[in-house]
C-alpha cells in the first residue's frame, strides 16, 4: 500500500513538474510599444519589424501590442511611462528625449551633419553607441538608434528661400532648447508645443508653420493645413527605440542579444521608409498642392546659425562637436 502511494506520488509529482515546465515554455510577456505617428509611417514600420524578430526570436514568448498616433500620450509622456515600467517600450525621437538624456542634445545642433550617409556612420559608431549608453542612468535602456530624417519647413504664409524670408513666423517647435536657440538666429518666434496638438494649431493659424522630416510631414498629412514647403535640411532628427528596464531586467543573456538585433533590424527598415518618402514624398505633396522649393539657399541659414555655434560649444564642448562633423 505505501509502495504503491508512493509511486502514485511519484507519477503526479512527475506530471506536475510536466505541466509547470509546458507551462513556462508557453509563457508570453505582451509589451506595449508607442510612437507619435501612424502604423503605416517610418517608426510604425520600424517597431513592427521590431516586434516581428523579437517575436520570432523568442519562440514567441514576447509579443507586442503597437500604440501609433501618440495613443498612448506625447513623446514626453511615453518617455516618462518606459522610466516607470508601465510602458515597455518606445520609438522616440531625440527632440524629446534630450530632456531626459542631456547629453543627447548634442545631435539636435542645426547643420551638424553634412547628409544621410555622414548622420548615420555617427549614430551607428562609437559616438552614437556612447550616447546609447548615457540613457542606463537616466532608467532607459537605448537598444538602437533608429530615424527620424532631415528636417524641412513648412508655412502657410509664405515660401522660404533664404533665412531672410523666415523672419518673422511663428513655427511650431519641439520643446528642444537647442532646436530653439538656432532657430532664432533665423529670425523664426519658435512655439514649443507637443506633436499631437500641432495639426489642429496650424489648421487655427495659432502658428504659421512647423519643421518635420518628409515622412512625418507625409504621413501626418501636414499638405491639408500648409502652402508651402522649403527643403531647408537645418536639422538631422535621429530616434530611438527605448526599452523599460523593468523589461530588460527579466532578460536572460540570449533574450537580450535578441532584442538588440531586433531594434538594429528595426533601425535598418525604419531608414529604409525614409529614404523612399525622401525619394517620392516631394511629388506627392506637389501633387497635394504643396509649393515646394528644392533648392533652398542653405549657405544663408548656415551663416544665420553660426553665432548660435559659440553658445553650442560652451554646453558640449567645441571638440566634442568637431569629432562629430569629422566622421566620415
Known amino acids: 500500500m ?3 502511494f508512493r ?6 509529482a512527475a506530471l506536475m513538474a510536466c505541466l509547470f515546465l509546458h507551462a513556462g515554455a508557453q509563457a ?33 514568448r514576447y509579443k507586442c501590442q503597437q500604440f501609433p498616433n501618440n495613443s498612448l500620450g506625447g513623446e514626453r509622456e511615453m518617455i516618462e511611462a518606459v522610466q516607470l515600467g508601465t510602458q515597455d517600450a518606445a520609438n522616440v525621437s531625440t527632440g524629446a528625449l534630450g530632456n531626459f538624456v542631456p547629453e543627447v542634445k548634442i545631435v539636435d545642433i542645426p547643420f551638424l551633419f553634412r547628409d544621410y550617409d555622414h548622420a548615420r556612420k555617427v549614430m551607428d559608431g562609437p559616438i552614437g553607441q556612447e550616447l546609447l549608453s548615457k540613457m542606463t ?15 524641412h519647413m513648412t508655412n502657410s504664409k509664405r515660401a522660404i528661400h533664404s533665412a531672410e524670408d523666415a523672419r518673422g513666423l511663428k513655427m511650431r517647435t519641439m520643446e528642444n532648447k537647442v532646436h530653439m536657440e538656432g532657430y532664432k538666429t533665423f529670425g523664426i518666434m519658435p512655439t514649443p508645443m507637443a506633436w499631437p496638438e500641432v495639426f489642429t ?45 523593468a523589461i530588460w531586467g ?17 533601425a535598418a527598415v525604419q531608414r529604409k521608409k525614409v529614404n523612399d518618402d525622401e525619394a517620392n514624398g516631394i511629388a506627392e505633396l506637389r501633387k497635394d498642392g504643396m509649393q515646394i522649393d528644392e533648392n533652398v539657399n542653405g549657405d544663408s541659414f548656415r551663416k544665420a546659425v553660426a553665432p548660435a555655434y559659440t553658445a553650442y560649444a560652451r554646453e558640449f564642448g567645441a571638440e566634442r562637436i568637431a569629432s562629430i562633423q569629422a566622421v566620415k
Open 2 to 4: 505505501n509502495k504503491t
Open 7 to 12: 509511486r502514485s506520488m511519484t507519477k503526479a
Open 28 to 60: 508570453q510577456t505582451v509589451l506595449k510599444i508607442g510612437y507619435s505617428n501612424a502604423l503605416n509611417s517610418h517608426y510604425g514600420m520600424g517597431a513592427v519589424a521590431f516586434c516581428d524578430a523579437v517575436d520570432a526570436g523568442t519562440q514567441g
Open 137 to 151: 542612468a537616466k532608467g532607459i535602456v537605448g537598444l538602437a538608434w533608429t530615424e527620424n530624417g532631415f528636417r
Open 201 to 245: 494649431a496650424l489648421q487655427q493659424g495659432t502658428v504659421d508653420g512647423q519643421e518635420n522630416p518628409i515622412p512625418v510631414i507625409l504621413s501626418a498629412k501636414l499638405s491639408q493645413v500648409q502652402k508651402y514647403l522649403s527643403l531647408t535640411k537645418h536639422v538631422y532628427s535621429p530616434a530611438v527605440l527605448v526599452l523599460s528596464p
Open 250 to 266: 527579466k532578460l536572460s543573456e540570449a533574450d537580450k542579444q535578441v532584442f538588440t538585433a531586433a531594434a538594429r533590424k528595426a
